[in-house]
């Protein structure tokens, strides 16, 4: 096997900086980096993907919107590409700012721990223009309204709320002293997903699982994939969301669920009211 030539190694270096510089929330350095890598390969579809990105956050929707249309025009159906052309678009007719990702969200609070760790629909979420605000992997609150469990971003926008069944067993959770901490998987108007992670656990809710259905065996029941990188870094990842649409009824082996990752992680099932139903009528 020939060795990688130097301009190959280059690229790959300017590759991994740019994207750490946008797990560090360096948007002007995540910028400058992918600027000089377009700058000899003008074809890297994910450096102009990473671009429009970074002018994203910035604030500079015309030009993330230009560095869009150029992925397109190549590759048509690149579901990146058009995901956040439709969000940069929405911004843009609304005239709304996105909400800057300014610290890269604790990678430690999503490693995957059954039980411990759910992906959830949102139900009733906010308008696309409102929903296009925000990035994966943006973090939220929880807050009780009327009975439901409400998501909020940072900024006190409301996103959206919880199925009311997984919603009211978490309320009842928190109100006897688990702590919880969330944030954004995918901000489709269509599907909009929120993770969630128990990171305390109260003496009284000691022989309570938080999100049943989401410690049983991989293999009885349907599975949501959620790329990797997400638990292990947080809001960096430009596609993250894209796994986490797919439902496969047959479990892969961890290469094939989640693609381009250094360490292939147990990926995290979507939350069913039939799974709740099953774990209350056990604990009853």
């Given at each position: 096997m020939a060795p990688p030539s130097e301009s190959s190694v280059r690229a790959r270096a300017l590759s991994d900086q740019a994207t750490a510089a946008a797990l560090d929330a360096d948007w002007p350095r995540a910028l400058e980096l992918n600027q000089k890598i377009l700058e000899?390969?003008?074809?890297?579809?994910?450096?102009?993907?990473?671009?429009?990105?970074?002018?994203?956050?910035?604030?500079?929707?015309?030009?993330?919107?230009?560095a869009f249309t150029e992925v397109l025009k190549s590759e048509p159906y690149n579901s990146i590409a058009i995901r956040n052309q439709t969000r940069v678009i929405a911004l843009i007719e609304h005239r709304a700012k996105p909400n800057v990702t300014s610290t890269r969200t604790q990678p430690r609070l999503f490693i995957e721990d059954m039980g411990k760790t759910g992906i959830l629909r949102v139900i009733n979420p906010a308008p696309q223009h409102v929903l296009a605000k925000y990035s994966p992997g943006a973090e939220c609150e929880l807050r009780e309204q009327e009975g439901l469990l409400a998501?909020?971003?940072?900024?006190?926008?409301?996103?959206?709320?919880?199925?009311?069944?997984?919603?009211?067993?978490?309320?009842?959770l928190l109100r006897t002293g688990n702590q919880y901490v969330a944030a954004i998987v995918s901000t489709d108007p269509q599907n909009p997903r929120i993770a969630?992670?128990?990171?305390?656990?109260?003496?009284?809710n000691a022989s309570r699982i938080s999100f049943p259905g989401h410690h049983r065996p991989a293999e009885t029941k349907?599975?949501?994939?959620?790329?990797?990188?997400?638990?292990?870094?947080?809001?960096?990842?430009?596609?993250?969301?894209e796994?986490?649409?797919?439902?496969?009824?047959?479990?892969?082996?961890?290469?094939?669920?989640?693609?381009?990752?250094?360490?292939?992680?147990?990926?995290?099932?979507v939350d069913t009211e039939e799974e709740d139903d099953t774990e209350d009528e056990a604990e009853e």
């Open positions: 000899t390969s003008a074809d890297d579809v994910e450096a102009r993907n990473r671009l429009g990105r970074a002018y994203i956050e910035l604030g500079k929707l015309e030009e993330a919107k230009a998501l909020h971003a940072r900024d006190g926008e409301l996103v959206g709320f919880l199925e009311p069944k997984v919603g009211r067993r978490l309320i009842d969630i992670r128990e990171i305390s656990q109260s003496p009284e349907e599975r949501a994939y959620v790329r990797g990188t997400f638990f292990r870094y947080g809001a960096g990842e430009e596609d993250l969301e796994e986490g649409e797919e439902v496969e009824e047959e479990t892969p082996s961890p290469e094939e669920a989640i693609e381009e990752t250094e360490a292939a992680e147990e990926p995290l099932p």
